[in-house]
């Protein structure tokens, strides 16, 4: 594709349910993150997938977090019982190979937990 | 633990003047850093991306350096438009398998 797109662009959910946030990188590009940006905080690593496989996990805030990615394209960040500290915007990047490569972002979904 | 820090956090300039936006890092074992802007409401976009073995990069009006034994970089904007104006992010990936981010510089270019 053109670029990285995610979806929703907006959420707003009440506490306690879960939602599901989605990424489609860009084309032949092997290697997604996943970031979060609070507001008036600094954009926070969660996770990044090499191919289907993510190496390291202890990014994400909490085990309600979970992300994964199939056929070595689309990725889906899910938070179960969501809390009003998940409220953020949620990015998503991705580089042909991995870190040593230019990270090209999403636009963002903004998630508002009520 | 690596530690990014950018200098100054806001930064109100005319149009025209050359600016220096910088950035410090605490662990001088990176592989690469990167200088991002941010649009208000919108993701990131990539500047420019520094290599560990490379002093410096440019596109356009845009040059950035890297002293890796120093932890610094610095992103320098000549010649500065309104149309600059937005958050800068420098972020650098080294040991461990994340980028870390630096706290921002919110630049104004006014007419």
């Known amino acids: 594709g053109a670029g990285v797109s995610q979806s929703p662009s907006n959420k707003v959910t009440e506490k306690g349910k879960d939602v599901e946030l989605r990424c489609d990188p860009i084309s032949g590009h092997t290697a997604l993150y996943w970031y979060r940006q609070s507001l008036g905080q600094g954009l926070e690593f969660l996770i990044y997938?090499?191919?289907?496989?993510?190496?390291?996990k202890s990014g994400l805030p909490s085990d309600r977090f979970s992300a994964e990615r199939t056929g070595g394209s689309v990725s889906t960040l899910t938070i179960q019982r969501t809390q009003q500290e998940d409220s953020a915007v949620y990015l998503c990047a991705s580089s042909l190979v991995g870190f040593t490569d230019t990270q090209y972002f999403g636009p963002g979904t903004r998630l508002t937990v009520l | 633990k690596q530690e990014v820090t950018q200098i100054p956090a806001a930064l109100s300039v005319p149009e025209g003047e050359n600016l220096v936006l910088n950035c410090s890092f605490t662990d001088s074992a990176i592989y690469n850093l990167q200088w991002f802007r941010q649009d208000p409401g919108k993701g990131l976009t990539s500047l420019l991306l520094i290599q560990s073995s490379q002093r410096e990069q440019t596109s356009g009006r845009l040059n950035a350096s890297l002293d890796k034994s120093s932890g610094r970089s610095t992103l320098y904007i000549a010649a500065s438009q309104p149309g600059d104006s937005a958050t800068y992010l420098c972020a650098v990936f080294g040991n461990t398998d994340k980028l870390i981010f630096g706290t921002g510089t919110r630049l104004q270019v006014f007419p």
């Open positions: 997938f090499q191919g289907n496989s993510a190496p390291d």
